[in-house]
């Protein structure tokens, strides 16, 4: 019955859900407080109160015909309007973005999904900078497109390396996604690295005679503030890639900045400037009904709506995030000191791969991971991401849990 593609995506299981389904299995032998599972990038910190208010008005005060029925496939034209206006407050454009520049969707994933349905043919290849969020290479399979995948650099602080994408377009591109803030890294990159990105972009569009999608993958850009070494707060920009690169589309959720990942809501922009951008708007409201989505979910798209100048307390994660960078970094681990999101990356340690004369990145990362199981510490290998030679420790946790965590890293890095 089982479709061959299907068979080996089973097969494949995700590494991130086999460590949370480990954590699970721990939690149920040596109680949930006693283990300290850093493995999924599920947010902690409530969602707005202000949403809860809402959904209660709404229900209270709403037609339900209008609450529970089928809508416009791009969703209620008060939300679309409403996510324009997010964008417009954000960028601040003279040109505001208007609500037919907007689909609301089931979350960031659905919307990479209708945009990747929206522009690829088989055989069409999206560029993707490792490390990455894995999935994407499983959403371009489902249209039949092909990864290219650019090789992450550590000396360069792991910003997407504008040379090597020059060396791997072709004809045949049709999309590059970037992910900033960054999931696994917490890197937010600066505007001068994204402006060569564009530069090529733009150059290689010229040279093909083809148009190339930039798809600017978001769900984390509300979380971009972190804590320096003298205690002073930074809240870094994260740039609005429209203005750079005509042929941006913006793929936003509120899963991580209204903490609603259940819920599934976020949306896409597409800009005027976007190559036949109302085609464009209408082939992917199509392709939002044709896959089976239909519309994102009424009642929290009102919701939303109604309190879209909210977000959940980011300086909650940037104080997660110092707690872990700090105690590690004196530990004697090599971490990349997170700017955003609420992940810290950090690299398998080099005594660890010489005491135990190891060869592979890969196999340094199982070892690694392993030494921290024993302590009951769950963390995601870099190989999750195509970022070998790094862990991910997900930092969207209780502060308890990241305190009773410390002693046992301590005890991997002296035991080496
Ligand atoms: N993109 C990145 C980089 C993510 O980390 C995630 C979720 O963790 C998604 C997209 C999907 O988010 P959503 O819950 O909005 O589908």
Redesign the pocket.
Known sequence: MLSKVMKSKTDEKSIIRAMFEEGCKMSRIYGTENVYDFSL?NPNVPAPEALKKSIVSILDSEDPLKIHGYMQNAGFNETRQAFADIENRRTGRKAPYRLDNIIVT???????NIVLKTILDENDEVVVFAPY?L?YRNYIDNYRGRTIVIPPDENKGFIPDHEKLQERITNRTKAVII?NP??PTGVIYPKDELIKIADVLKAKQNEYGTDICLIS?E??RELNCCYMDDGSMQKTPVVHLPDIYDNTVV?Y????SFSV?GE?I?YILVPDSVAESQRFIEAATVANRIMGFVNAPSLIQLAVARCSHETVDAGYYAENGKLLYDALSDMGYECVRPQGAFYLWVKVPKTLLKAENIMSEEEGERIFAERLKHERILVTPGKAFEGEGYVRISYCVKRETIEGALPGFCKVIKEI
Do not use: M, Q, V
């Not at 089931?106 to 990479?112: E, L, P, V």
């Not at 959720?253 to 991580?256: E, L, P, R």
């Open positions: 990038g089931t979350g960031a994933a659905a919307a990479i969020f999935e992910n960054n999931n993958d769900p984390y793929c959720s509120f899963s991580k990942p599934r976020g």
